[in-house]
């Protein structure tokens, strides 16, 4: 039998309801007869196990389980039996369009690249809360292009929810660490490390639904602060000045409100600061109806915006200060009720 060429690993806990999304894009795959499905729950308490089971009656799965140990462990175990020439991850809230593999196939038979990943985005389906999310991951103003740009301010570093590469890497540099947050970044820049070519597939794009409220919309971005701290204590190049910018302007607006009473150039602070945040919302507003033609989406926009900003610069504080001045070996995002 001829081994596949794409391994699909998809890491899963208790994520019932994406999954119910995912795997039916992923039955419905141009050149279906590439890949192969390897789903690894990694101890789900629900009725994963059963569904996917069910839904395998119809469409092959490798559908593995173990105890609860974080999705790199997962991915490792993925990994460890999958039969593709190149492994590809998704993250259980992508859905994928039908001719993803085409795209990656054609892009990979054209450059032949050792690792690639693609960019994310909103399906016309998704909530208008979702919708705004993914302006102000995906816009400039919001990422500056680092999550899948041909305009990045930074090197392109493949993510988990679109990220693959060939075995060999693997055989090389071996499986994800333990880290819970920014596993993703490190593999990448190790595969860098290891002087493997990386390159983004603009076209191979995902649906990505990320969070589905404000509260873990904040706590997800925070943590992401947090981590890009404990990424540039290994890899200091992971840590540029255009990554502070949000820790700048939380530090910035937390001195105008305890400046501004205390100073007689506080009337024009106050309105220097509100006249940026004002311009901010403006570019957000016009960006974002330019996309959706939706002014409720563009006004949420703007709210995502600013949380993602000030959920970023707090997380970069957080870590700064654990790593920098607790002199801590690891810094430490929110991890209770972090799903919830």
């Not at 590809?88 to 050792?114: A, G, M, N, R």
């Not at 499986?175 to 819970?180: E, I, K, Q």
């Not at 290891?194 to 995902?206: C, F, K, M, R």
Request: a positive charge; aromatic letters at 14%; glycine letters at 8%.
């Amino acid at each position: 039998m001829i081994p596949p060429k794409y391994s699909i690993i998809v890491p899963t806990y208790n994520r019932i309801a994406e999954l119910q999304e995912l795997l039916p894009s992923i039955s419905n795959l141009d050149r279906i007869d590439h890949i192969e499905l390897i789903i690894v729950d990694d101890g789900s308490t629900d009725n994963t196990a059963s569904w996917v089971e069910n839904y395998a009656s119809s469409y092959p799965i490798h559908y593995i389980r173990q105890k609860n140990q974080g999705p790199g462990a997962a991915r490792n175990l993925g990994m460890s039996i999958a039969k593709g020439t190149y492994f590809i991850f998704v993250d259980s809230d992508c859905i994928l369009p039908p001719d993803y593999i085409y795209k990656i196939d054609t892009y990979l038979e054209q450059y032949h690249p050792d690792a690639f990943g693609g960019p994310d985005t909103y399906h016309p389906s998704f909530s208008p809360f979702l919708k705004a999310v993914n302006y102000s991951m995906t816009s400039f103003i919001g990422t500056g292009g680092t999550r899948g740009s041909k305009k990045s301010v930074t090197k392109f570093y493949p993510r988990s929810f679109n990220m693959g590469f060939h075995r060999d890497v693997f055989e090389k540099i071996g499986g994800f660490n333990a880290l819970r947050h920014g596993q993703d970044m490190d593999y990448s820049a190790r595969i860098y490390k290891a002087g493997y070519s990386v390159q983004l597939i603009p076209d191979a794009y995902v649906y990505h639904k990320r969070r589905t409220s404000i509260w873990k919309f904040f706590k997800q971005i925070h943590n992401w602060g947090v981590t890009r701290i404990n990424l540039a204590s290994l890899y200091p190049g992971m840590l540029r000045p255009i990554h502070l910018m949000p820790a700048i302007l939380v530090l910035g607006v937390l001195v105008a409100i305890i400046v501004v009473p205390f100073t007689s150039y506080g009337n024009m602070i106050l309105i220097m600061a509100l006249s940026g945040i004002a311009m901010i919302a403006i570019i957000a507003f016009y960006q974002s109806y330019k996309m959706y033609a939706s002014v409720k989406i563009s006004l949420l926009s703007i709210i995502t915006l600013y949380i993602q900003v000030g959920a970023y610069g707090l997380g970069l504080l957080n870590g700064m200060w654990q790593k920098w001045i607790l002199r801590r070996d690891t810094a430490i995002g929110i991890t209770k009720n972090y799903y919830k």
